[in-house]
């Protein structure tokens, strides 16, 4: 499985990179929506949703919001929308306390998660674009997001592999570990004074952004958890089966759904305290 694994982003990795620095925000956003709206079938199954019309329209819905959100990145609205997806996170917090809450394969509960496919995907994808866009070196921070994210699951995988006895949460995903919490929370500070250096952050705003990237990795976990969540109670190992070794495609962008809105909002309020 870990080679596998490693194929596998070897192969992802320089992909992503170059769609990153390279793309025009446009052509980025465009890329984005189509793992957003791939990422969003994926969910539509662990949501309990089987007709493939009703999914199908599901997606149609989904790119007419792409497209109105893409007018709107310039709006005050764009940040409530970005504000949104943070407090969905963060009301997760909730669902994962109570893991058996709409396990029941009803219309409602199916409704509720499409819901909650909504606040996690359109927030992340809007803040994307909005990062990527951004004048000051915005392409090296949406770059630096993801790195966080691949830091985070590498220093995981690795300490809780070395270190791992205590369970995170035994019961929604028993392969995850403090030891594996910590290791991320290392591996991605580190990152985090690395590339915020680079980028020429110093002095208050590099310690600031490092207290920024610990929280978008706590953020990367959480989102991890709710996916582990929704495929427990959908009684399935992965959300598809489309890169060998990985899963779907929502297994590979769980976390970063959840990660950027986060790390968008709080960058946006550390320029306006700390930036001269």
Known sequence: MLKQRTLTALV??????????????????????????????????LAGVTSIAVRAAVIAANTALLGLLWLLRATPFAWYAIGAGVAWWLLSLLWLRHFSYAAAPTRENALLKLLA???AVLPAWLGFVQLHGSADHGRYWALLVIILV????????????????????????????????YGALVLAGLVALAGGWMLGERDAMLLALLALALL????????????SLLKRQANVKDSGTLF??????LDRVDSVFSAVPVFVAGKAVLDLLLAP
């Open 12 to 45: 992802l990795a320089p992909l992503a990179i170059a769609m990153i620095l390279l793309l025009p925000t446009a052509g980025f956003a465009l890329v984005i929506a189509a793992i957003s709206l791939q990422a969003l079938w994926e969910w539509t199954r």
């Open 244 to 249: 060998p070794g990985h899963g779907g495609l």
């Open 117 to 119: 496919a909504e606040l």
């Open 150 to 181: 691949w830091s985070a699951d590498t220093g995981a995988y690795f300490a809780g592999k070395r270190w791992g006895t205590t369970k995170l949460a035994p019961r929604i995903s028993p392969n995850k570990t403090r030891a594996g919490a």
């Open 216 to 227: 978008t990795v706590l953020a990367s976990i959480l989102g991890d958890l709710i996916e």
